[in-house]
């Protein structure tokens, strides 16, 4: 079993930052991609962003590409969500996710990760 705990999150202005953190531990850590998916209230969980665990390839949903970067220490098990030029659009509980083994390569799809953390909130006001 792999637990995922995440933390970083918070309230912040518009325009401001925040880093998000996802500590993986429970056994050793031989997934394929780990990914952040958010969900706001009363709408649907959505991807924000993916990486490859041995090559580091990254992916984002258009909605954050540019302004957020994903990335991973793989000495720590931690993945990272860098989150800049933040709008309050992007206010929602994050979560981090793994895979156990490749599937598909739908890193966009929830239904692809075997693993999820609690969530952390994510606050920005205008």
């Known amino acids: 079993q792999v637990q995922l705990v995440e933390s970083g999150g918070g309230l912040v202005q518009a325009g401001g930052s925040l880093r998000l953190s996802c500590a993986a531990s429970?056994?050793?850590?031989?997934?394929?991609?780990m990914g952040w998916f958010r969900q706001a209230p009363g709408k649907e969980r959505e991807f924000v962003a993916a990486?490859?665990?041995?090559?580091?390839?990254?992916y984002y949903a258009d909605s954050v590409k540019g302004r957020f970067t994903i990335s991973r220490d793989t000495a720590r098990n931690t993945v990272y969500l860098q989150m800049n030029s933040l709008k309050p659009e992007d206010t929602a509980a994050y979560y981090c996710?793994?895979?156990?083994?490749?599937?598909?390569?739908?890193?966009?799809?929830?239904?692809?990760?075997?693993?999820w953390g609690q969530g952390t909130q994510v606050t920005v006001s205008s």
């Open positions: 429970g056994r050793t850590f031989t997934n394929y991609y």
């Open positions: 990486i490859t665990w041995i090559v580091g390839s990254t």
């Open positions: 996710a793994a895979q156990k083994s490749y599937r598909s390569g739908r890193y966009w799809d929830q239904n692809e990760y075997d693993y």
